[in-house]
């Protein structure tokens, strides 16, 4: 038996809706396909999920709460470190995320390919999303000005930077291998050091 064979039908549901909306995406996966994933018949899937747009919008958040936990560990686990050592954990700690199989790819079309029915919602909750991570940049950037570390970058400058290299880190990780993703990770990390440190 599989881990996700061991557990109740609502988690089981979700895991393999995970599962086949990473792979499929939105438009591509079926409840027939969730339903005969997990072993039940489709009419019983009403009875753990109210609608495939609710099981969807139920799954963006409970990836983007894994995130933040990711997220929120990673600068509470390197608070007293110095600018670069918290900023370069924290791209090491989210590359982590991204390379969890299906969360790492359901999180990343969610962002790139948000299905129509669902956009603006999505929306919404990327906004919030993104908010509350600038808010965290900000904290970093101002103990980078702190550690006298900048010359010439301006706040914003530098959360584009950031935001910038965590794009393109995601989009390698479905290219490479997780040894030449690391290794790509390492060269990415030291020109965005150089370049933001001046």
Not at 101 to 129: D, H, M, T, V, W
């Amino acid at each position: 038996m599989t881990d996700v064979e061991t557990l109740p039908t609502p988690a089981r549901i979700r895991a393999v809706a995970l599962d086949l909306f990473a792979r499929q995406g939105y438009e591509g996966t079926t409840l027939a396909q969730i339903a005969a994933a997990v072993g039940i018949r489709k009419p019983s899937l009403y009875n753990h999920i109210d609608s495939k747009q609710a099981l969807f919008l139920a799954l963006v958040d409970t990836v983007e709460n894994t995130f933040f936990t990711v997220h929120d560990a990673s600068l509470s686990a390197h608070v007293d470190e110095g600018i670069e050592k918290r900023l370069r954990a924290l791209v090491q700690d989210l590359s982590g995320f991204i390379f969890t199989a299906a969360q790492g790819a359901f999180y990343k079309r969610c962002l790139l390919f948000p299905p129509e029915p669902l956009a603006a919602e999505i929306r919404a909750i990327n906004a919030r999303s993104e908010a509350r991570i600038d808010a965290d940049l900000r904290t970093l950037f101002e103990q980078g000005v702190r550690e006298q570390c900048w010359r010439d970058l301006d706040e914003r400058t530098f959360v584009d930077a950031f935001y910038c290299l965590m794009d393109g880190l995601y989009s390698e990780r479905f290219i490479y291998s997780r040894a030449e993703y690391e290794r790509r990770l390492g060269s990415a990390w030291r020109v965005f050091w150089v370049g933001i440190s001046g």
